[in-house]
């Protein structure tokens, strides 16, 4: 009797040990480990099940998971893992320039380069249930090619409320000022590119940028999409909304410190890392610095802000 009691407190202790470390792995927030081709990436959680995936070369985020599972971002079915090419997909990072506006190579270099987990950022209020934050200092190759001195902060973070935030903080860490341009390029998943619009940019003025980046006006109510478009967007609101027609939903693009706005879809136009069929899952709203370069002076930290959310399409967020 005595060694049946001694079993099953053995077997009782075991069962709650087993119960307490799966209850820390299912809510461990932060989680280091190895993506597609031994890549570091970091997964966050939260305790509703819902999650970002940041890969540390790019410093990209490439998931975004509601409390389902579902995937909000699309990665190309074609991407290449491979540094030092850029990654197709998620949430790109163009720093310290937007495509071909400068001299750098086209996007600047940031999405090239391998970042850091940084343990103890400067503070930074945000209302999260999990984030990491990621930092990318100016090396010896980038100073060869673009000669100024930062800090690139980038914190990501998962809301109460099922958003995803990307927090960037440029800082001038040299003698003199620079300027810089920019833009988060994030490919949002829809149901079709055909069943979706863009809502927010009525009469406002954009750079055709299949055009050699001709001004027009926008007349339109709504941006649709039945063909290649990329368009650079000025002086835009801080909300923007993408409406998707069969889901029933809508994705909500709020922005902070960047005053301007890309709307891409490629659309049949044939992109070497992109799939055929891909450009009919996602289109890209991008936050973006771009009409007027930023100026930061020497000491000084630029903040900009990327929130994203979906909600029902009958919600007015």
């Known amino acids: 009797m005595g060694n049946k009691g001694n079993l ?23 989680e280091r480990t190895k993506g597609i081709n031994g890549l570091d990436k970091i997964i966050i959680r939260d305790r509703r099940g819902r999650s970002a995936e940041v890969y540390l070369y790019g410093g990209q985020v490439s998931s975004w ?78 100073l060869k090619i673009w000669p100024h001195k930062f800090e690139y902060r980038l914190r990501v973070a998962l809301g ?38 863009v809502e927010g940019l009525h009469n406002l003025d954009y750079l055709d940028q299949q055009k050699n980046r001709t001004r027009f006006t926008d007349h339109d109510k709504v941006i649709t999409f039945n ?23 809508t994705i909500v693009v709020h922005k902070e410190g960047q005053v301007d706005a890309v709307v891409w879809n490629p659309w049949d136009k044939k992109v070497s890392d992109l799939g055929v069929e891909d450009y009919k899952r996602f289109v ?8 007027k370069p930023i100026t930061v002076n020497p000491g000084k930290e630029w903040k900009g802000i990327l929130q994203v959310s979906v909600v029902p399409s009958n919600w007015k967020a």
């Open 160 to 197: 109460h409320d099922g958003d995803l935030t990307l927090t960037s903080r440029v800082k001038n860490s040299d003698t003199k000022p620079f300027n810089f341009t920019f833009a988060l390029h994030p490919y949002f998943a829809v149901s079709n590119i055909s069943e979706v619009h």
């Open 227 to 249: 063909a290649q478009l990329d368009r650079l967007y000025l002086s835009t609101p801080n909300k923007l909304r993408i409406v998707d027609h069969k889901k029933k939903k």
């Open 284 to 291: 890209t709203v991008e936050s973006a610095a771009v009409e």
């Open 8 to 30: 099953g407190f053995v077997i009782f202790l075991w069962a709650l040990v087993v119960a307490v470390v799966a209850t820390a792995i299912e809510h461990r927030p932060i």
């Open 65 to 142: 998971k509601n409390e389902k599972g579902e995937e909000l971002l699309v990665m190309s079915s074609k991407a290449i893992f491979q540094p030092p090419t850029p990654i197709r997909g998620g949430i790109p990072v163009l720093f310290p320039q937007y495509s071909n506006t400068g001299p750098l190579p086209s996007h600047g270099f940031a999405r090239q380069r391998f970042w850091q987990v940084e343990a103890k950022p400067p503070p930074l209020p945000s209302i999260s249930s999990a984030h990491v934050d990621l930092i990318l200092r100016s090396s010896n190759d980038d």
